[in-house]
């Protein structure tokens, strides 16, 4: 595999000797960054990830799975080398001085010369405690360790465009807290979990859920507590697939628009409560890291900002880059909607529930019906059915998962936003040729009807992992239930027709006289057809 970066390449020459500390490594965007790193900076030092022990696993061997991963097959196979500058870093940004030894700190204050901070929960019902000390305290601790790193050039906190939601427009800058971060801290520490649930709706105000209101604090004390520190902060919208890096349409995980189409090409999500003619700002994982690079390089190569420690009126000092798509272009719910169905039904997921079809419905209460119609009352139908075969039933609790998930998207697919980029577009025009090619994130280049359907094949692929070799007996069972599903319609519209006849006069009258009128044409073309055959000798 050919190692992209080189002279001409200001960017990547810019990472050249230097390590660099990441937070959330092992997240959907963290995993791209590090493999991005890797590839098209190779002669970056050392990258330090923060990681935590899991499910038993110590942080070695966390690493090991995921260097395991296919996203970076390419580099194990041609560049094994790059691998070995992965170190991993035992800690945990919920825990006092981010749970680092004191070894390991000193290393990573000796050594360090850019921080990436991703490290978030992202779920949006998230408890609103372990959301202030994840997306909140785990970024003050990180600033308290970032003030202690001697080579530190650069530092980019990733935050979120929907952190004001509350606003129609959001720029490029950091807006007011909607609260003051410390007293919050102080209020909620004292409740128990039971009282801080009780309390959320009403300290959350106009923010739909935790996360969005806890990485507005985020920004704030990144506002409040950065200093001298050179410091950005970058905004990614909706984040998807990839659109070319490291593998056309990779992907990790069901959040968001993925499992929407998930739900969709398997056949178990019919309708939704969406505006179709509002903007969906999606933003491909990749384009989104070539920027977080990008504006690494940016940040070290500006001259140091005197500001005070604690001064929010310098909010606007701190540079801001809003990464999204609707600004240059934008894409509706309704095309995606549209190519969407067209690419699940053209490359079709193994063993559907039903034939992929449904809509989005701009009526709430519509969509309610729709949902008892379509979802809940099929779904204990299919469990009573498996039941009496001897299966275990579970299309009721898949459907309950499933309608947590879309209500906790509901807020983001009835509302848009008008955001703007003007600092990206700055960013990219001051980019020399070799850099806009190896750190692309010019979102005008997207096709959104080609990016679905290699949207479509990733999750196929990564998500469900089903091999090529499977299309054919996929394409097959689609048919049966395209059949089905017709079967089901016409079902459906003659017990309709049924039951009105069997409550009205009038209907029953017509329904004789359409009876009447087909079997009357029908004698008439068949006179016809005798009339014009040729008589027998």
Not at 54 to 68: E, I, N, P, Q, Y
Not at 89 to 115: A, K, Q, W
Not at 308 to 337: F, H, K, M
Request: with cysteine; charged share 25%.
């Amino acid at each position: 595999m050919k190692m992209e970066g080189s002279a001409a390449s200001p960017v990547a020459d810019f990472y050249r000797g230097r390590s660099v500390f990441i937070t959330g490594a092992t997240g959907f965007m963290g995993k791209v960054l590090v493999e991005k790193l890797l590839r098209s900076c190779p002669d970056v030092s050392h990258l330090y990830l923060l990681m935590r022990p899991r499910r038993g696993l110590d942080v070695r061997h966390r690493l090991d799975d995921m260097l395991g991963t296919p996203m970076f097959d390419e580099l194990r196979r041609s560049r094994p080398d790059q691998l070995r500058k992965v170190v991993a870093v035992p800690g945990d940004i919920t825990l006092p001085e981010l749970g680092i030894s004191v070894s390991d700190r000193e290393l990573l204050c000796e050594e360090v010369s850019v921080v990436f901070h991703s490290a978030a929960t992202v779920k949006f019902d998230e408890a609103l405690k372990l959301s202030i000390e994840m997306n909140l305290l785990g970024t003050k601790r990180m600033l308290q360790l970032a003030h202690h790193m001697k080579k530190l050039e650069a530092f980019i906190h990733v935050s979120t465009a929907y952190c004001n939601c509350d606003r129609a427009e959001v720029r490029e800058m950091v807006y007011p807290a909607p609260t003051d971060p410390d007293k919050l801290v102080q209020c909620v520490d004292w409740m128990d979990a039971d009282m801080a649930e009780h309390m959320t709706p009403k300290i959350l105000g106009s923010r739909p859920n935790t996360y969005t209101f806890t990485k507005a604090l985020a920004e704030t004390v990144v506002a409040n507590e950065a200093g001298k520190l050179p410091l950005a902060i970058v905004r990614p919208s909706i984040v998807t697939a990839a659109l070319r890096e490291p593998v056309t349409g990779w992907v990790d995980n069901l959040n968001g628009p993925t499992g929407l189409l998930v739900g969709a090409g398997k056949g178990v999500l019919r309708t939704l409560y969406c505006h179709r003619d509002m903007v969906a700002d999606l933003i491909p994982v990749d384009l989104c890291i070539n920027l977080l690079l990008t504006v690494g390089w940016k940040t070290a190569c500006k001259a140091p900002r005197n500001r005070a420690p604690s001064n929010a009126s310098a909010c606007s000092d701190i540079p801001v880059y809003n990464c999204v798509s609707g600004a240059q272009n934008p894409v509706t719910w309704a095309r995606l909607e549209e190519c969407g169905r067209t690419h699940l039904r053209r490359n079709p997921y193994s063993g559907v529930l039903w034939y992929p079809g449904g809509s989005f419905k701009s009526s709430r209460l519509y969509n309610e019906v729709c949902v008892v119609a379509l979802h809940t009352i099929p779904a204990y139908i299919m469990d009573g059915v498996a039941r009496l075969s001897g299966q275990k039933p579970m299309m009721v609790r898949i459907q309950q998962r499933l309608s947590k998930a879309v209500k906790c998207l509901q807020f983001f697919t009835t509302s848009e936003w008008r955001f703007t980029n003007d600092n990206v577009q700055r960013l990219q025009a001051e980019m020399a040729p070799a850099d806009r090619r190896v750190f692309d994130f010019d979102v005008r280049e997207v096709d959104w009807d080609a990016y679905l359907n290699s949207y479509v094949l990733g999750i196929r692929k990564f998500i469900l992992k089903e091999d090529p070799s499977t299309f054919p007996e996929a394409r097959a069972h689609l048919r049966k239930m395209y059949l089905v599903h017709r079967l089901s319609q016409f079902l459906t519209v003659l017990l309709s027709w049924r039951l009105v006849l069997s409550r009205s006069q009038a209907a029953r009258r017509f329904w004789d006289l359409i009876v009447a009128l087909v079997a009357r044409s029908l004698s008439l073309v068949s006179g016809l057809t005798r009339a014009a055959l040729p008589s027998s000798a």
